[in-house]
């Protein structure tokens, strides 16, 4: 049979560059295959070009020149004759005596690609069955799952329960339930966002709502309320160079994209703290909060269908939007400018 040969530069090459250490540290062996690097090859190269430059057609080395050749590239002494001898006699399986250049770099891949197969299984996860069960203050379904800056996990679940948990042993650290004080039982949640510029949390309700909460003590700061549907899905970003500029976008279930632009987050929170209260917490009405001087909302009609994802980029200046409509299932809102919701385009993938 024909075998392909193979350079340094091709197939070799990439498996030797794309070793990782990790791989290279676990398998530390003393196996001759296992000491031979990419300069080796190289070196080796030219003994067999040599070989071909001397009248062999196919450029092979004998077991003796094999042997001479590899105990001077890797430093081995006669005590190692007898691993080159086996090593030798894997590569030339016809049992020919001598061995080509491409029998031995199709030998070299084949070692180095079930070493990293060998690493790749050795960092699997195993999960033990049965899992282990834990209770979980939730009774619905979950809409976020999040990780905090201090590295504990945060879950929001519709029937109204924002669980906190240890990153470490998976304990319940506390909740919170959101009550509806009309309904007399907790309110429907939508979805979850963490302003981490600010340590405070936001939820969208099924009475299209956004209320703001402080996340070290649960407690309610404001809300802003009276939105035109309901909000289904949140993202939330600030500007890591100011962190005073943050954007907040939430989708719907009419399939509108909206968009509150603050470029100062302080002073926006402070306002909406001191509207009247309702039912105990300071409320906003979405009309007030859009005509304010030092607030931008836009909001755009982009899908068909209910918004199930959406998220702001800042490399893009774009916000990327995702729904069930068919006729519209990826959109791409460009912001030009990080204040300017105004200048918009929607592109439909």
């Known amino acids: 049979s024909h075998t392909m040969p193979v350079e340094p530069s091709g197939r070799i090459s990439s498996l030797f560059s794309n070793r990782s250490t990790s791989a290279a540290s676990h398998y ?43 105990s001077q590239l890797l430093n081995l002494s006669e005590e ?6 086996a090593l030798f006699m894997k590569i030339d399986s016809g049992s020919h005596g001598h061995i080509a250049w491409d029998a031995f770099c199709t030998y070299m891949q084949l070692e180095l690609t079930e070493k990293e197969d060998s690493y790749s299984r050795a960092r699997e996860v195993c999960f033990e069955t049965p899992a282990i069960t834990k209770p979980t203050p939730h009774r619905d379904t979950l809409h976020r799952v999040c990780v905090l800056p201090d590295h504990s996990y945060v879950t929001a ?105 603050i470029p100062n987050t302080t002073l926006a929170f402070r306002k909406w703290k001191q509207e009247a209260k309702v039912e105990g917490v300071p409320t906003a009405n979405i009309e007030k909060v ?26 893009l200046r774009s916000i990327i939007s995702c729904s069930n409509d068919p006729s519209s299932g990826i959109v791409i809102g460009n912001v030009v400018g990080s204040t300017n919701v105004e200048s918009a385009s929607v592109t439909p993938i």
């Open 28 to 70: 530390r062996s003393n196996r001759i295959e296992d000491r031979i690097n990419l300069d080796h090859m190289q070196s080796l190269k030219k003994h067999f070009d040599a070989a071909s430059a001397a009248g062999d057609d196919e450029g092979r080395l004998s077991m003796e020149m094999f042997i001479m050749v590899m």
């Open 80 to 85: 190692n004759h007898t691993q080159l001898t």
């Open 157 to 261: 679940s519709q029937d109204g329960v924002v669980a906190f948990w240890n990153p470490t042993t998976l304990q319940l650290k506390r909740t919170r339930t959101n009550p509806d004080a009309n309904k007399s039982k907790q309110k429907w949640i939508t979805d979850f966002a963490m302003m981490t510029n600010t340590n405070r949390f936001i939820l969208s309700t099924g009475d299209r709502e956004l209320q703001f909460f402080e996340a070290s003590t649960f407690e309610p700061y404001c809300q802003i309320s009276g939105l035109e549907s309901v909000p289904l899905k949140m993202s939330f970003w600030h500007n890591p160079r100011n962190t005073e500029e943050s954007i907040l976008i939430y989708g719907d279930n009419l399939g509108c994209v909206n968009v509150l632009v």
């Open 290 to 315: 859009a005509s304010m001087a030092d607030v931008r909302y836009a909001r755009w009609e982009v899908h068909r269908d209910w918004v199930v994802e959406l998220k702001y980029e800042d490399h």
